[in-house]
């Protein structure tokens, strides 16, 4: 096991360097988008067939990006029996900014001090929804370098995705993915096989630091992700086309040699016509594509086009969509459960959507298939690259029990809370006055949170932010369930019992956000 290992003894190379472990956390609340579209006035179908989105989570005042990565880490490490001492590296992927100078990760120390761990390397990354892929790359460079000590890398992905009042602000979301990385994992980064792209652009951007909101040129910003696409997909057909050539293998990749896709997800539909994007990429690439039957058939009309002259064509758009729609429902769909459920979640979306994947396939349906991750940040940084899973299905192995961890998502998603726009409207009107006011002693309730969840208690009058945790359903001994308009949900222990603050390993003092 990573951590057991004298370091004089390991090997050169690690195999298989990935993904152990994933945990997914998202707020117990959300608004549904149909219900939004009334209380906008806008016309039907503009949130939930427009952008292809069912329902928003979003946080209270009760809730922070610190809070939000203490919840995914905690859970992650108790999930998996872990103790804090076998991570030696910690790194936070956010765009979510509360202090310019300490970060995520320092909070996230917090959670070690029982174990006597600070050995722990690592810092936040930044740069709009790219943090996490930046933060795993460095996660499987570590472990892959001479630096690696034996022990895993944690990676945290984490945003609360928040619009000021219009077109963009139900494309909002909010949550935190963890991913423990280590070797032999089930889910293996392909050695060599990254395209990426990276370019100055003001498509979306955060220039108020006083604000949570964003600057967007939405039609910039489809445009750049679009390019960014393209560009990536090249760029890792040209690497793989040259690893297979030094194999000895002579054929040309195409969307076919993907067993799944996911995407950065801003909302459902730009998914869907990423697929289709890629499949434009292929046809154009094709030497003599058959247009008179197969996925090509009657695109023939689109054969000397410029990729660059497309991003707004209606027709093109239309065309290919309609070619890649069965692709779509094998390779990607399945992915956008927690896009769908819960919005945008910034940098964790990606990995939200690889979640989802492995949530609604049994580990034989995933061995040996290859998943095409495509991570995209405004700015812009924007990769694609490919996980290898692993051929090993059998009960108790790390496939199984990673597919295990997260079967559970869908029913996670159906427990939470519906609440009216109104009440939405309200939250986002409270966050933008107490977004960052010193001595605030939140005002949302604390009861109608999942067990477990960290959250924030008080920020004092040096901005120094304290936290404390809900007690964990396996705290007692029946599970206690609540009706809320049409969904069941499991209600907090606190609901009954007051919410109890804990440490890493054992009750004890809520935890506070440092004292420098």
Known sequence: MPGSTPASCLPQWPKDVGIIAMEVYFPSQFVDQTELEEFDGVSSGKYTIGLGQ???????????????????????????????????RLEVGTETIIDKSK??????????????????????????????TAALFNAVNWVESSSWDGRYALVVAGDIAVYASGSARPTGGAGAVAMLVGPDAPLALE???????????????????????PVVDGKQSIECYLSALDRCYAVYRNKIHAQWQRAGVEKSFSLEDFGFLAFHSPYCKLVQKSLARLMLNDFLMCPKPNTQSGPFAGLEAFR??????????????????????????????SSLLISNQNGN???????????????????QQLAGQRVGV???????AATLYSVSVTQDHTPGSPLDKL???????????????????????????????????????????????????????RVD????????????????????????????????????????????ASAGDAIRNGDH
């Open 191 to 213: 050695r060599g096989l990254r395209g990426t792209h990276m370019k100055h652009a003001y498509d979306f951007y955060k220039p108020d630091m006083a604000s949570e909101y």
């Open 374 to 380: 495509f991570s995209y940040g405004s700015g812009l």
């Open 103 to 132: 970060s995520v990760k320092t909070v996230l120390m917090q959670l070690f001090e029982d174990s006597g761990n600070t050995d722990v390397e690592g810092i936040d990354t930044t740069n709009a929804c790219y943090g996490g």
């Open 345 to 363: 979640m910034y940098t964790p979306s990606v990995y939200g959507c690889l979640a989802s994947i492995i949530a609604q396939h049994t580990p």
């Open 461 to 504: 009058d040096k901005h120094r932010r304290e936290y404390a945790r809900c007690a964990n359903i396996d705290d007692f001994p029946q599970r206690q369930r609540n009706s809320n308009s049409s969904t069941e949900h499991i209600a907090n222990p606190a609901t009954k019992m007051p919410c109890v603050p804990a440490s890493a």
């Open 403 to 457: 597919v295990s961890s997260l079967c559970d998502l869908k029913a996670r998603l159906d427990s939470r809370r519906k609440v009216s726009p109104s009440i939405f409207s309200d939250n986002m009107k409270l966050r933008e006055e107490t977004h960052h006011l010193a001595s605030y002693v939140p005002r949302g309730s604390v009861e109608e949170l999942f067990p477990g969840t960290w959250y924030l208690t």
């Open 54 to 88: 069912a329902r928003m989570g979003f946080c209270s005042d009760r809730e922070d990006i610190n809070s939000l990565c203490l919840t995914v880490v905690q859970r992650l490490m108790e999930k998996n029996r872990l103790g804090f001492d076998s991570v030696g």
């Open 304 to 333: 000397d086009i410029k990729p660059e002259d497309t991003y707004f064509d209606r027709d093109v758009e239309k065309a290919f969509m309609k070619a890649s729609a069965e692709l779509f429902e094998k390779k990607t769909k």
